[in-house]
């Protein structure tokens, strides 16, 4: 049975008296929710479309709040940047240490697949932060775990990220559509350059995959042969076989 407020309610209805509208509860502001917002904000516009007026408008609040949470953008940018590179899921323990760089490796990729407007930021930025510098610890473990040397550790740990986050700029950001005062012709290029026309297919969108695994694959052999040298030079060497004397 309705309650009589139900039955007035109904009741008014059918009169035709309008109703209200409920009064939905107000989701309390919070540094995740602002992150979370900024994020699709960049995802959408770019970090140039990132303004803490459209923040404010996203968020059904005043532009001031948000500086509550984050003193300045730049605050705001390094928060964006570590909700980021937290998307980066850790590999299994029990990998292989160079099975554990190639999870890396792909899932690093398909991170900045993710915020491509972002990842500029992301490429660019110090990491100098308590998560950033926490994910770097992170890697140089995964890093040592592959080469138990600090030098060699630490240079391939370098040449990773030269090859990873290169291949992540030129495909999120795209060296194709940078600025150019005087753009060569078509014309010329067909003309001239016969071996650009031949590659030029190879350097779009569709290829991007097999391109990244060749170039990565390659990479993580040199990691692997230098990973196994390394191994074979620490072992000892066999103890002399003693023969018993006739």
Request: some cysteine; charged content about 25%; glycine content about 6%.
């Amino acid at each position: 049975m309705r309650s009589g407020a139900a039955r007035r309610s109904l009741s008014g209805a059918s009169r035709g008296v309008p109703r209200r509208a409920p009064v939905l509860p107000l989701v309390p502001l919070s540094r995740e929710r602002i992150v979370a917002a900024a994020l699709a904000l960049v995802d959408d516009r770019g970090l140039t479309g990132l303004t803490t007026r459209r923040l404010g408008e996203m968020l059904g609040c005043e532009a001031m709040s948000v500086y509550h949470y984050f003193p300045s953008k730049r605050h705001l940018q390094d928060a964006m940047v570590e909700r980021a590179i937290a998307g980066i899921p850790e590999p299994a323990a029990d990998l292989d240490p160079i099975e554990r760089l190639r999870f890396i490796g792909w899932e690093y990729r398909a991170m900045a697949h993710r915020h491509p407007r972002l990842f500029p930021l992301i490429a660019l930025h110090r990491l100098n932060m308590p998560a950033g510098v926490a994910f770097i610890e992170r890697m140089l473990c995964h890093f040592h775990a592959a080469l138990p040397d600090d030098r060699l550790a630490a240079q391939a740990f370098r040449v990773f990220g030269y090859y990873v986050l290169g291949a992540a700029l030129d495909e999120t950001s795209g060296s194709a559509a940078g600025p150019s005062a005087v753009p060569v012709a078509d014309e010329f290029i067909a003309r001239e350059c016969p071996r650009l026309v031949a590659a030029a297919p190879f350097f779009r969108r569709p290829y991007f995959e097999s391109t990244f695994e060749l170039g990565f694959e390659t990479m993580l052999k040199g990691i692997a042969d230098l990973r196994a040298n390394l191994l074979a030079n620490a072992r000892p060497p066999p103890k002399p076989v003693v023969r018993p004397k006739a």
